[in-house]
């Protein structure tokens, strides 16, 4: 039967061919092989009608059609399903967007713009934190807004304040400059001394001080003073009235020690007997040299009658004046139980005031 087998044949070359998803429009292929059986058996029906063995045979070849039927149906809607649960980006030949990645991309942007908020922060408010205790509270301070309103929460006067314009080239008025990493590099050459510095990369923050002379002269002084330091160092180890450690002395003679302390500590030698407990008061990423320390605790050396020599010591630096006159002056219980007495200077120190020799 040729037309039969044609259209047999054709059926099932648009079955292995026919996209996995019907477009609107077209029959399924269950509908095309019900109407080629329904079409062969109505031609075939007289034939049919003579011979029981035909219609037996008839019968078994619309089973066999109807299986493959519901076959093709089954086959038809399980393509389009997984075709329907396939993306449009992989039917076409695409790869997938990774939302997935992206999302965490977006989020690691996010956390490291948080961390990086979060550090500038941080060196901030430790700089804030070490200016209200250390500089001097005379000092006129410029700052750019983010860092003036961080000096403010710590207890800094809003009058010794000088906000920073974004164009400002220099700091006239301030006698510290507090630079951030976008601001130093211009505000250098009128503040050339540091007095501390707190962060690092795009968070480093300086605390400077300005020079009236420049670059050049705060150089020259600084050099001379050190010399003096150093000098001064030396002459009071030579002092029967003075006892200090080996890291002590060490500090003392390479001029790691505030000028004004070793002043008062002469004075105080000159008087009574006294035992350098430490020196302390580093400026936070400044040598020593550079930021001396400008703190002292001090008890008596012999041990006996440290009580009166300590009030006649506390006596004698409460009633100091001008750059001598320490910012605090308080006892102290030492580890050993014996009583001290601590003296502390502010920032910055001043350059200059010894003359090649201390007294005493």
Do not use: K
């Amino acid at each position: 039967m040729p037309f039969a087998g044609s259209r047999e044949q054709q059926a099932t070359e648009t079955v292995r061919s026919a996209p996995p998803q019907t477009r609107p429009g077209v029959p399924s292929w269950g509908m095309v092989l019900a109407t080629t059986v329904r079409l062969w058996a109505a031609r075939r029906r007289r034939r049919l009608r003579r011979s029981r063995r035909a219609w037996l045979v008839a019968i078994c070849v619309l089973a066999v059609a109807a299986a493959a039927v519901i076959i093709v149906v089954q086959l038809t809607g399980t393509s389009s399903g997984q075709a329907a649960r396939v993306p449009a980006s992989r039917r076409a030949g695409q790869n997938p967007l990774p939302r997935g990645g992206s999302a965490r991309a977006s989020a690691a942007a996010a956390a490291r713009s948080q961390a990086a908020a979060r550090s500038q922060a941080a060196a901030r408010s430790q700089a804030a934190a070490w200016i209200a205790g250390q500089v001097d509270g005379d000092e006129t301070i410029a700052c750019d807004p983010p860092m003036c309103t961080a000096l403010s929460a710590h207890g800094v006067a809003s009058s010794r304040l000088l906000s920073l314009p974004p164009s400002a080239s220099g700091a006239p008025g301030a006698g510290i400059v507090v630079a951030s990493a976008s601001t130093h590099a211009w505000l250098s050459p009128d503040a050339p001394r540091l007095l501390a510095s707190v962060g690092s990369g795009a968070h480093l923050i300086e605390v400077r001080a300005v020079s009236p002379g420049g670059a050049a002269a705060y150089q020259a002084a600084f050099r001379s003073d050190l010399a003096d330091r150093r000098s001064a160092g030396a002459q009071l180890m030579q002092s029967r009235r003075i006892e200090v450690s080996a890291r002590g002395a060490g500090q003392l003679v390479t001029g790691e020690v505030d000028t004004r302390l070793l002043v008062m500590l002469a004075v105080l030698a000159s008087q009574h007997s006294w035992r350098v407990v430490a020196f302390g008061d580093a400026a936070p990423g400044v040598p020593p040299t550079q930021a001396p320390y400008r703190q002292v605790i001090i008890t008596a050396a012999d041990g006996g009658g440290g009580t009166a020599d300590l009030a006649a010591a506390l006596a004698l630096l409460r009633a100091q004046r001008g750059p001598y006159q320490p910012a605090q002056v308080t006892t102290a219980r030492l580890a050993d139980g014996q009583p001290g007495l601590r003296i502390e200077f502010t920032a910055p120190s001043p350059l200059g005031l010894l003359a090649g020799s201390v007294p005493g």
